[in-house]
């Protein structure tokens, strides 16, 4: 096999360009959810799906969260009834361990879960922290103040690197346990967090699905992000509620694009 002839500068172009291509476009979008995380990758599907603009803003250098590594770094998740309809939907093998409760591998499901958000259509920023919100009249969120992640790991005399933000119509906070998103607004005021609870599966899955919606003018709260809010038990490694708050924030988020118009 002879690859075509190709020049280092053209493989430096294909990737400034093509970024700043997708940058540029994705300034103003539908919907930005923050976190890509089991939740995040669902909501994201479920939107963009729909043909919602939907970009997934995400910290880390890899999508997933947990939902990678699963419980104790045994890459195996556990899916309570009915979580496991959402690996059916996306094509994922599992077992079932005993009555209401499967079992997968994480890297499996996580990897369907990426590529069937990015099948929709949805885009991502890896290596992108949230600073801030964007806030309109009565203080409804519009969007997000974004910086690169590394920068908030450098010595505080060189971190003056201001950011940039990026306008949504919904801002979907799916960080977890930081929920970092209600976070900004907590600091200025708008909302007040009560902290998650100690673990207990059976109560967290149920009440965490109840609670995803809109929380504050353009904001919806999913996942652990929610339990952090409204002070709800974790779960721990197991992932159904995930999968499902996600699905509720697509909708609670459709809901309000409806009413706005």
Request: glycine share 12%.
């Amino acid at each position: 096999m002879i690859f075509d002839k190709v020049e280092e500068k053209d493989v430096t172009r294909a990737i400034t360009e093509g970024f700043l291509k997708d940058f540029s476009s994705y300034a103003e979008n539908d919907v930005v959810i923050v976190g890509g995380g089991p939740s995040g990758l669902t909501a994201a599907k479920e939107l963009a799906s729909q043909g919602i603009k939907t970009l997934i803003i995400e910290r880390n250098n890899y999508l997933g969260g947990g939902f990678w590594i699963g419980g104790y770094l045994m890459n195996k998740i556990t899916v309570r009834a009915p979580g496991q309809e959402v690996l059916d939907e996306i094509g994922v093998p599992y077992e079932k361990f005993t009555e209401g409760l499967y079992v997968c591998d994480g890297p499996h499901a996580c990897s369907k879960l990426i590529a069937a958000a990015c099948d929709a259509g949805a885009k991502i920023l890896n290596m992108t922290k949230v600073d801030d919100v964007v806030l309109r009249e009565e203080n409804r969120v519009a969007g997000v103040v974004i910086n690169w992640t590394p920068i908030s790991a450098l010595p505080r005399e060189i971190t003056c690197v201001d950011p940039i933000s990026v306008q949504a119509k919904v801002v979907i906070d799916g960080t977890g346990h930081d929920a970092e998103v209600v976070a900004a607004l907590e600091r200025r005021g708008l909302i007040k967090t009560k902290g998650f609870g100690a673990m207990w599966v059976e109560k967290s899955e149920d009440a965490v699905v109840e609670h995803t919606g809109e929380c504050h003018p353009g904001l919806v709260v999913m996942g652990m992000a929610a339990s952090t809010l409204y002070g709800l038990p974790r779960m721990g490694p197991t992932f159904g509620a995930m999968l499902l708050s996600g699905k509720k924030a697509a909708e609670a988020a459709m809901e309000i694009l409806e009413r706005e118009g």
